[in-house]
């Protein structure tokens, strides 16, 4: 694999600073983007916001859902926001059989899966309290992983939007159906029968 490096200019609360990332390996990514703390944000929902890379673009909102694009790759983001209220642990143990599966820990906490399905690869990147699923081909992946963790690490929560919701019964409604409608993933409780049938449909397709 061709190693790529890529020059990113990070606009942090500290000011500026530009950061190599060897492309052609998923841990350097992770390390590097996800140990970046900033305040980027260029999207905004209902209780929540975060940080659209360049290159990426955004397409629909289907409640706590988001659906993003680029290069032929869709992105699904569900903003788990029940998780962060109540700051529900991730529970993820690594699994030696798939092509990648790692736990990420720090202040933040997630998960990385990569399940090879038939020719292509899915990726179900958990971090921050959100979640990213998308179906790519196997030289896609490094990619859809820098764009993912910049999405991901940049997600923001209004915690007074997010408490009047919840008084609302908005946010548990909508936790009693992801939970019905779970994933393959055993320890994921926050994707939902949308993008589990939208990545089906993808998958169909190609």
Do not use: H, W
């Amino acid at each position: 694999m061709k190693k790529l490096i890529i020059l990113l200019l990070c606009i942090l609360a500290t000011g500026c600073t530009i950061v190599r990332i060897d492309t052609s390996s998923i841990d350097n990514i992770l390390s590097v983007v996800l140990s970046k703390e900033n305040n980027l944000y260029n999207q905004v929902g209902k209780g929540y916001k975060y940080y659209v890379p360049r290159g990426v673009s955004y397409m629909d909102t289907d409640e706590l859902n988001d659906k993003l694009y680029s290069n032929g790759v869709y992105y699904y983001l569900y903003i788990d926001a029940v998780s962060y209220f109540y700051k529900i642990k991730t529970n993820y143990q690594e699994k030696d059989n798939l092509y990648y599966s790692k736990k990420i820990e720090g202040s933040k906490e997630g998960y990385l899966e990569i399940t090879k399905e038939n020719d292509k690869y899915r990726i179900d990147f958990m971090y921050n309290y959100a979640k990213i699923e998308a179906l790519v081909n196997k030289n896609e992946i490094e990619n859809v992983i820098l764009n993912a963790s910049y999405i991901l690490s940049t997600v923001k929560f209004n915690d007074n939007v997010i408490e009047l919701m919840l008084q609302e019964d908005y946010l548990t409604n909508r936790e009693e159906k992801y939970d019905t409608f779970a994933s393959k993933n055993p320890e994921s409780s926050i994707t939902g029968e949308t993008y589990d049938a939208d990545i089906e449909a993808e998958n169909n397709e190609n």
